[in-house]
Structure formats: C-alpha cells, structure tokens
C-alpha cells in the first residue's frame, strides 16, 4: 500500500488541482483515525444558529422560587438547546463542575431521538452516525466544564452502550475511563423465547484521573457496640468472621492454614480439621493472625458446630475520641428495587398524582451515584444537561437536606411539549414547596432551597462597538450565574446610579459584583471606593471595554480592594473557542 506521506507528495505535485483543491485534500488524509471510531459529522440547527448569535441566559424572574433561608443553594434551571445552553455554561462554570449526570437518548430507534426536529428510527441509515455528531459536540464541552477532580455519569443501555464506551475513551481518554456501573433498570418479563434484558448501564469517567478521589459507602456505626480493656484507647468494635470462602484467582494456598484453638484443637478455614478443599480462606495472613492473638485483635466463639474465629473491627475515633466514619468502597453492581425504574415511576406519580413522565430514573438510584463523588463534598456543583423530569436537582436537594450540604445543582433541558416548564419545573417547585400525594399524604417542602429559571437568548454576533455594548448589558444574568451574586442593590457607596450605566450585586454570603456599562463613570467609581471601609473579600468589577484593557490603571490605587474583568472580551474569547465558526471569521 502506497505510504500516507508518500500519496501527500504525490498530490501535491497535481497540477491540475488548485492550492486550495490540494490542502482541503491533504488535511482530511492528515485527519484520518488509525483507530477508533469513525462517524460523519452532521449539522444541527442549534450551530447553524450559533454561527450568526451569541447564547445568552435570560432569567424569568417571575418562575424564581425563593426560600426564606439566607444560605439557600441556588439552583439553576436553563429552557433550550443543550448545545447552546453549554456553551454559555463554558464561560460560567468552565472546569467547575464537580459532577456531571446524565442521561441521553438511548437511540432504540423507537422515536426517543429526535434530530433537528425530526425522530430518528430504526429505518435512518445514519441513525448511529448522528447520535455519535450528537453526543461528541456535547461531550467535548462537558468535559470542558469539569474540574480537574471532575466525574461524568453516562446513562446508557445496550443500543448504543459499545459506541459510547469508545467515543468516551477518545474524549475523556481511556485512561480515564473508572467504570461500567451495571443497575437493575427493571425485574423483566417471564414470558418470551429470548434472554430478558432487566439491566441498563452508566459509563463513569474521569477528567484527571490522577486528581479524582471517590468516597466510600459508609457503615453503620451502630454496628459497633463491643467494647474490651482496650475501649479508652481503640473505641467500640464489631466483630467479622475471619474465613471466607473463595473461587477462582482469589483463593490462596497460603491463607489454607490451622489456628489453634482454645481447647488445642486445630482449625483450618471453613471450620475443618484437615485443610479445606472447598475454596476457604482466612482473610488473614498467618503473620498478621499472630499479630493478631498477641495483641488481642482476635476472637474465639464456640457454637455447636465448633469453633469459629473472627477479628475485632474497631470504630475509627478523632483524637478526641470521638467515632469517625468508616466506609467501604462502592460497588458497580446495583440491584436494589428501591432504584428500580417502576421506583422513579411510583415517585413521581406520587408528586403529580398522575404518571407525567415515561421511565424516570429515582432519586434513589441519582442519589446513589452522586454519593460516590460528592457525598463529603458538601458545596459540590452537580450538572444535568438531559434534565428529563429533573431527578438530579430532586436527588441533590435530598442529599443536602440529610447532611446539611450545600450543593448546587444545574439543570438543562429544552421545552418539547413543555415539559421543562410543565414537568422538570413543577416537579422541583412542588419538592421545594411540599406537595400531598394521591394517598392524601403531606410531603413537607425542603424549602432551604433556591430555584432560578433561565431561557436561552440570543444576540446579532457581530463585533461592532454598538454590539459589544448590548452583549455586555445581555450577560448581565450570565454573570449572577457565574459569580452565584444575585441580590440586586440599587444604591452603591450611598449613591444612585441609572441602570444603564452600573448595576450592584451581593449576596448573604458576603460576595459583591458591580457591573459598570458606561466606561466613563470609572472616574467617579474609584473615588467612592477610595472613601469604603474594606469588605469581606475582593469586589468583582466587570466593566465595559472595547478590547482586553480593563481599567487597571485607573482602579491602581484599589489593586488589592477589587477584581478587574473587561467586558465583553472576556465572553468572547470563549465563544471564540466553542462557536462554531461563521463565514466572516474565516475570511478574517
């Protein structure tokens, strides 16, 4: 076979090809995959919109709910395009997000995908072609949101669960790649010729694994209710049975030892006296057992079988002695109902009294999943961009109620048959605000929550003077996002100012914003701020400009008083990274 660069040179030297012919040919041999997937990239109105505006949120303050607690997570609700709505979250929460759920279209082929206003069925010759374009534009930007601890949850079933795995491994990359969480989605039917699928999937990565810590489950610590001489200084124990029987690569010849017993009796794993020959082991080492009885880490119990050994398991305590939690790592194997999809169906027929929605997943199972990498991260930010009837915004206010968290939650989803505003907001608006059940039953509200609804806007993308002012003054929500400051002062340093030329942000938590449209009232800015006490922490300015110059010079004297953005150059820069490209640019 002809050499890739070989086939180059020669192409090169087409004279009957022009420049132009020669490089559009050259970079597509240069961009093919050596492994991998390959799929055609297929245009979406949600870019070719984007190639002529800029995304903006635009908050409906009338939709906000919000609680009478002063430290009330704000959570966020975006109505749109998820293609657009996460490109708007990359200048917002650009490596954030702690945790990203969710789950797309599974592509059965039985109209739960829709392209471009239009199903995609089993009959689209490019069916697994477009939900691959689909899924890879919104995958490059969610990893872009995610910190460096970062995890995403991919919920997926057998459709399309091969494919994802592989485009996960080359966006992600596959050394990043955790787990394949296996959950009992369903019990199954009893009737067919065929194996009954009762499973679905959720691919976890990573953003950095190296930087990435999972919590463990923890254990009752109500277990723990022994005590000996060594109470004062080792706390309460359990007790676990020391031998357990093994198959396969686990068993090991050498942990088939005798113990002796208190009557002189010697015991092999599995309670025999000669060594078993059924896979048991001691879960200790002969040494380490040794170590045990002369430190008095090891128990003898006779029942009427015999004799059994087990290990002390002790509470963990502070150096106060207080118990500190002890945990087990998760498994990826869920089987209980209580995740089960006919669950997360009971749960919110329970809410709306009526069935409102078509296999939700519970918060259960949400829950579950989000405990493994934000359960004592407790300001953690979780994100949903196929928010579906918002079980993920349900899930983490749930978490936050048991423990006291503040987590914040970021749902995105679009408004097809109203369901954003007839579903995923009326679902968490009655969760907040507490609702009764078909049984007549009183849920209380877990009203120590905030929830702001956003819609997608969208703005001329052009880069006049004219245009750079109205981008900076349409961002204004976008930045209450972004620097979680939404209380609206109307006065600052004792003065009234138009709307149109500075707008005042703080919040309970002491954070402040100030947002000067009009450059020209700098000059008055800096003396008022040279007059205040100092705040808590640095105020945030952002202020207009033409280009990257954010007024340093003038607020010099302030440096260690305020932060400086220069606005809408920030916001552009990103948009640069994540928009796709319009004709002008390319010129350009």
């Known amino acids: 076979m002809i050499q890739k660069e070989e086939l180059i040179g020669k192409i090169m030297e087409m004279a009957d090809l022009s420049n132009d012919e ?35 949120l635009r908050e409906d303050k009338e939709a906000a709910i919000i609680s009478d607690a002063e430290d009330a997570p704000d959570h966020v609700l975006i109505e749109g395009d998820n293609l657009e709505a996460l490109m708007a979250l990359s200048y917002t929460h650009e490596g954030r997000v702690d945790v990203i759920y969710i789950d797309p279209p599974y592509n059965t082929g039985n109209k739960d995908f829709v392209y471009n206003d ?23 930007l969610a990893k872009k949101l995610l910190s460096d601890k ?5 919920s997926i079933d057998d459709n399309e669960q091969a494919n994802l795995k592989l485009l996960c491994d080359e966006v992600f990359g596959g050394n990043n790649f955790i787990s394949n969480i296996v959950w009992q989605s369903t019990a199954g039917s009893n009737t067919g010729t065929e194996i009954v699928t009762v499973t679905e999937n959720i691919l976890v990565y990573t953003k950095f694994r190296q930087s990435c810590q999972f919590d463990g489950e923890p254990t009752d610590e109500d277990n723990y209710t022994l005590s000996d001489e060594y109470v004062d200084t080792r706390g309460r124990y359990s007790l676990d049975k020391m031998d357990r029987r093994r198959v396969g690569g686990h068993y090991s010849e050498a942990l088939n030892f005798p113990i002796e017993m208190p009557d002189g009796t010697l015991r092999y794993p599995g309670g025999t006296e000669q060594p078993s020959t059924e896979g048991w082991n001691y879960l200790w080492s002969q040494t380490k057992v040794q170590w045990g009885l002369d430190n008095g880490f090891v128990v003898f119990k006779k029942s009427k079988s015999g004799w059994n050994v087990y290990n002390k398991r002790y509470a963990k305590v502070d150096n106060e002695g207080n118990p500190k939690e002890r ?26 009294g009526v069935r409102t929605f078509d296999f939700p997943k519970p918060s259960t199972l949400i829950k579950r ?15 949903d961009f196929f928010a579906g009837s918002g079980t993920t915004l349900h899930a ?33 608006k009655r969760v907040i605000q507490g609702y009764t059940t078909p049984k007549g039953v009183a849920v209380e509200g877990l009203t120590a929550n905030n929830l702001r609804y956003y819609t997608m806007d969208f703005l001329p993308r052009e880069h006049t003077y004219e245009a750079k002012r109205e981008l900076m003054r349409a961002a204004t929500d976008m930045l209450c996002v972004k620097e979680g400051i939404y209380n609206e002062v109307r006065e600052f340093c004792g003065m009234k100012f138009k709307p149109s030329i500075l707008r005042y942000f703080t919040s309970a938590q002491g954070k402040r914003m100030l947002l000067i449209f009009d450059e020209r009232a700098v000059e008055h800015i800096v003396p008022l701020l040279q007059q205040q006490p100092d705040g808590e922490g640095k105020l945030k300015i952002y202020v207009f400009s033409n280009g990257a110059y954010a007024y340093e010079d003038e607020f010099l004297a302030l440096r260690d008083k305020v932060e400086l953005c220069a606005l809408p150059e920030a916001l552009l820069q990103v948009y640069k990274q994540v928009l796709p490209q319009n004709d002008e640019e390319v010129r350009i």
Not at 119 to 132: A, I
Not at 342 to 348: K, Q, R, V
Not at 370 to 382: E, G, N, Q
Request: proline share 2%; net charge neutral.
């Open 22 to 56: 020669k490089a559009e040919i050259v970079g597509s041999l240069r961009r093919q995959k050596k492994y991998g997937l390959v799929w055609e990239n297929h245009p979406e109105d949600a870019e070719e919109r984007l190639k002529s505006a800029f995304p903006v």
């Open 118 to 140: 239009s199903f995609v069925d089993s009959e689209d010759g490019y069916r697994h072609s477009k939900w691959l374009s689909f899924m890879e534009k919104r995958l490059r």
């Open 150 to 154: 970062g995890v995403i949850f991919i």
């Open 327 to 352: 945990s087990t790592p998760y498994r990826n194997l869920i089987t209980s109902d209580f995740c089960s999809t006919s669950h997360g169906t009971a749960e919110i027929t329970s809410i709306f």
């Open 369 to 383: 999943i989000l405990s493994t990498i934000v359960r004592t991260k407790k300001d953690a930010i979780v994100l």
């Open 396 to 428: 983490t206010m749930q978490l936050n109620a048991e423990d006291g968290g503040h987590r914040q939650c970021i749902l995105v989803t679009n408004n097809e048959n109203n369901i954003c505003r007839d579903v995923t907001y009326e679902r968490n």
